[in-house]
Structure formats: structure tokens, C-alpha cells
């Protein structure tokens, strides 16, 4: 069997560069750890992770908790924890708990047991409630995260992103904008309406609440409440979906009635998931980073699990941009 010292002497470094390499790689130089890592497959090198890992204390393994799997914005960003989580020589424990309870607290108890080092949660529930009063586990809440969060957290300033989107289209002159929301209790559904508000309010106008449909960020939400909006008496000449995905759905629902956006009506979304620039006609959003969502978050928790931050105290805003397309025009 190939022991460590061939696989020393393919890369060119110490045996103990190697060993540090298998068992740590997150502080060998990223370098280094190529060509380590081209020689333990050069030579067939297995190492026995088993005693790596009870020597270290570490699986090596996070658990991810994601709400739901499909939806194209979180797909981004557990492409950005996955490729963090390589990088540093950990593995992930990906979970589609469809905003289950009771299945998140059993992902979390992987990590109260020790069958995994932390924990990342895509959504604003904390899965170690019943922990209080013990020490707490490693976990970081990204994207969606509760107010008083427990934990280090990764989020957008929802209400100034969606701010920017309403004075955009209030500068276009639109006056009777509709609002399709998210999920009810969803944090996002209430800071985007508040950062909706506050344009309006700024600009002097009243909100109407008549032209607010409730959605759950799924394409046929969006296009059952366009339908909704526009059976109004008096539609709105503009709506502001809270994500893209919605946004499609009420293009689509805007075009069955024989409408053109943005002529007729504008729309906007939030999120710049993928297929935004290619619908028709491409989508105003806000564009979020995805990925670096992901990797803020592994480098958190990972700086959690090695003492390097307080377990609470580090809260983490990330940009956005106003991203501005040809679903938007001057008010009809």
C-alpha cells in the first residue's frame, strides 16, 4: 500500500506538510495544497480518516439546511458553500427541509452529537432552540435570518434593496404600483414591504393596500396574483414582486390578457437568479451575490468552529445592486 512518504515525495514537501495538508488543509497555503492533492491521487494515497478524525475531534462534514431546494436563488448559493467547503477540506450534509421543523432539529442534532462540526440555516428558525442552556452548537443563519439571531449571521438590507427598486419605478412615474409578496412570515415578505413603503412614503404617496397580492416566491403565485391585480378597477401601471421568479409568473399572467410590458405595465423582481436576463423581456431586479452568500457563510462558521469569533457577535451585511432591464419603462 502507498504510505504518506511517496506521496511527500511526489509533491515535493515534507512528510508533515502532507499530514498537515490531509488533516487541516484550510491552513496550508491553497498552493501547497494543490499539488498535495495531485499527488495523493498519483500515487493511490488513502488515508485512514477514520483515526484523522478522532485524532482531530473534527468530521469535517457541515450540515446545510435549505427551505427549498428547487428554488433557483438558493441553488446559487449552496453552489458558493460547497465550493468554500472543498476548498477548506470539508464535506456538506444538504438538507431540503421544505420549512419542516421537526426535520431541521434532527439534521441539528447531527451536530450536537458530533456527527458533523456546524451547522449553516437558509431560514429564519432556529433548529437548537431546545439546546438553551447548554453550550451551543456552531451555526451561522444566512440569507433569510431571524431578528435576534443566536448565532453570527450572513443577510441583505432587504428594506433598502427593495427601496431602490420602488423609487426606480416611482422615478419612471408610476403612481399606482402593485406589491406581490413573499410567504407571510417570511422576514424578506416584511422588509421588502417596509423598504416598498418607505419609497412611497418619501415620494408623499399613501399605500394603497388594495394592490398588494400575497405569493410564496413560486412562478404560479406570481401569476395568480397578476391575475388578481388586474382585475382591479384600476390596476397598477407597475408591480414590484418581491422575488424574480414571481416576477415571471406575472409576465406571463400579463401577456395572457393581451397587455406588453413594459408598455402597458412595468414589472420588476428581486434576487438576478439566472434566467433573468433571458426572459422577455429581461427583468429589472435586485441582484443579490448568491455564492458569496454561501462562502461568507462557511467562512464564519468555520472561523466559529476554530474560536477565531465570538459564537454571536459577528453580523455580516453583503451588497446589492439596482440592476435595471427592459421589463421597466415610463409610466403608460
Known amino acids: 500500500m502507498t504510505n504518506i512518504r511517496k506521496v511527500a515525495e511526489l509533491a515535493g514537501v515534507s512528510v508533515a506538510t502532507v499530514s498537515r495538508t490531509l488533516k487541516t488543509p484550510d491552513i496550508v497555503s491553497p498552493a501547497t495544497r494543490d499539488k498535495v492533492l495531485v499527488a495523493v491521487e498519483q500515487a493511490g494515497y488513502r488515508p485512514n480518516l477514520t483515526a484523522v478524525q478522532f485524532r482531530s475531534q473534527r468530521t469535517r462534514n457541515l450540515v446545510v439546511l435549505v427551505p427549498i431546494i428547487a428554488n433557483t436563488f438558493f441553488a446559487r448559493v449552496i453552489g458558493g458553500i460547497q465550493e468554500a467547503a472543498q476548498r477548506r477540506g470539508y464535506g456538506i450534509l444538504l438538507c431540503n427541509t421544505l420549512g419542516d421543523e421537526r426535520t431541521e432539529r434532527a439534521y441539528a442534532g447531527l451536530v450536537s452529537t458530533r456527527q458533523a462540526d456546524g451547522l449553516i440555516q437558509l431560514r429564519a428558525y432556529d433548529p437548537f432552540t431546545t439546546s438553551r442552556g447548554k453550550a451551543r452548537p456552531p451555526m451561522v443563519n444566512a440569507c433569510e435570518v431571524l431578528d435576534e439571531a443566536p448565532c453570527p449571521t450572513v443577510k441583505l438590507d432587504n428594506r433598502a434593496a427593495a427601496r431602490a427598486v420602488t423609487e426606480h419605478l416611482l422615478a419612471l412615474g408610476h403612481r399606482r404600483i402593485g406589491m406581490i409578496k413573499g410567504p407571510r412570515n417570511s422576514p424578506l415578505t416584511r422588509d421588502r414591504l417596509l423598504g416598498f413603503q418607505d419609497a412611497l412614503a418619501a415620494a408623499g404617496l399613501m399605500p394603497d393596500e388594495s394592490l398588494w397580492c400575497p405569493g410564496d416566491f413560486t412562478p404560479p403565485s406570481g401569476h395568480r396574483a397578476a391575475?388578481?391585480?388586474?382585475?382591479?378597477?384600476?390596476?397598477?401601471?407597475?408591480?414590484?414582486?418581491?422575488?424574480?421568479?414571481?416576477?415571471?409568473?406575472?409576465?406571463?399572467?400579463?401577456?395572457?390578457?393581451?397587455?406588453?410590458?413594459?408598455?402597458?405595465?412595468?414589472?420588476?423582481?428581486f434576487d438576478d437568479i439566472a434566467f433573468a436576463s433571458f426572459c422577455d423581456p429581461p427583468?429589472?431586479?435586485?441582484?443579490?451575490?448568491?455564492?458569496?452568500?454561501?462562502?461568507?457563510?462557511?467562512?464564519?462558521?468555520?472561523?466559529?468552529?476554530?474560536?477565531?469569533?465570538?459564537?454571536?457577535?459577528?453580523?455580516?451585511?453583503?451588497?446589492?445592486?439596482?440592476?435595471?432591464?427592459?421589463?421597466?419603462?415610463?409610466?403608460?
Open 283 to 332: 427583468l429589472t431586479t435586485i441582484a443579490q451575490p448568491a455564492e458569496d452568500f454561501g462562502r461568507e457563510a462557511v467562512a464564519l462558521l468555520l472561523d466559529i468552529i476554530d474560536d477565531r469569533v465570538d459564537a454571536a457577535d459577528e453580523h455580516r451585511i453583503m451588497p446589492f445592486e439596482l440592476v435595471i432591464r427592459e421589463s421597466t419603462g415610463p409610466a403608460a
Open 227 to 269: 391575475g388578481e391585480l388586474l382585475s382591479r378597477a384600476d390596476p397598477p401601471t407597475a408591480i414590484f414582486c418581491e422575488n424574480d421568479e414571481m416576477a415571471m409568473g406575472a409576465m406571463r399572467r400579463i401577456k395572457e390578457a393581451g397587455l406588453r410590458v413594459p408598455e402597458d405595465i412595468s414589472v420588476a423582481g
